[in-house]
T-cell receptor, first 114, second 114 residues
Framework: NAGVTQTPKFQVLKTGQSMTLQCAQD?????MYWYRQDPGMGLRLIYY???????DKGEVPNGYNVSRLNKREFSLRLESAAPSQTSVYFC?????????????FGPGTRLTVL | AQSVSQHNHHVILSEAASLELGCNYS??????LFWYVQYPGQHLQLLLK??????LVKGIKGFEAEFIKSKFSFNLRKPSVQWSDTAEYFC????????????FGQGTELSVKP
């Protein structure tokens, strides 16, 4: 099992450009998450999907959109990138959306917006 | 709003020294508690978790944590660190009545000198 995979690993964008970060999991998990990690701020939840067909905002959703394409895949889209979106983005999944479910993380995408 | 505080931002230790990383949270209800570790260049991995029962929990690689409800704390400990423990450590809290969303602390970077 590959677990949670993310593409690309690195990306450099210019302000105003758009891009989609891809995430896939092969653990048959129902719930998936997108976080951003910034120095000194830990991980902050951007969006999550409790199950296929549903998405909800997290703590910092502005400037992002998501799509739960199917049970395996959960993508994050930046429509018009801004320097403030320079960060490391992590996708995660868990069996269910519930307090007792461990989240499994992908390797991350390091995004720089110039 | 709920928050998680990790007071040590960067800890430097020599090999064989003892480690204690602090974690405090602000929510007064029932919580589930986690410690994740991120080794250089790798994704987050679960070290240990507390849901209920014995407040002293043991995790992988010789780590343990103690839940002290009266102090709203979940400190991570290891009696003798190794160079390979160099990593960033994140405390996270999951509030039972708010689904599976994790709230992360700011992270503590641990550097172990050989």
């Amino acid at each position: 099992n590959a677990g949670v995979t993310q593409t690309p690993k690195f990306q450099v964008l210019k302000t105003g450009q758009s891009m989609t970060l891809q995430c896939a999991q092969d653990m048959n998990h129902n719930s998936m998450y997108w976080y951003r990690q910034d120095p000194g701020m830990g991980l902050r939840l951007i969006y999550y999907s409790a199950s296929e067909g549903t998405t909800d905002k997290g703590e910092v959703p502005n400037g992002y959109n998501v799509s739960r394409l199917n049970k395996r895949e959960f993508s994050l889209r930046l429509e018009s990138a801004a320097p403030s979106q320079t960060s490391v983005y992590f996708c995660a999944s868990s069996e269910q959306l519930g307090s007792y479910n461990e989240q499994f993380f992908g390797p991350g995408t390091r995004l720089t917006v110039l | 709003a709920q928050s998680v505080s990790q007071h040590n931002h960067h800890v430097i230790l020599s090999e064989a020294a003892s480690l204690e990383l602090g974690c405090n949270y602000s929510y007064g209800g029932t919580v589930n508690l986690f410690w994740y570790v991120q080794y250089p260049g790798q994704h987050l991995q679960l070290l240990l978790k507390y849901f209920s029962g014995d407040p002293l929990v043991k995790g992988i690689k010789g780590f343990e944590a103690e839940f002290i409800k009266s102090k709203f704390s979940f400190n991570l400990r290891k009696p003798s660190v190794q160079w390979s423990d160099t990593a960033e450590y994140f405390c996270a809290v999951n509030v039972n009545n708010q689904g599976g969303k994790l709230i992360f602390g700011q992270g503590t970077e641990l550097s172990v000198k050989p």
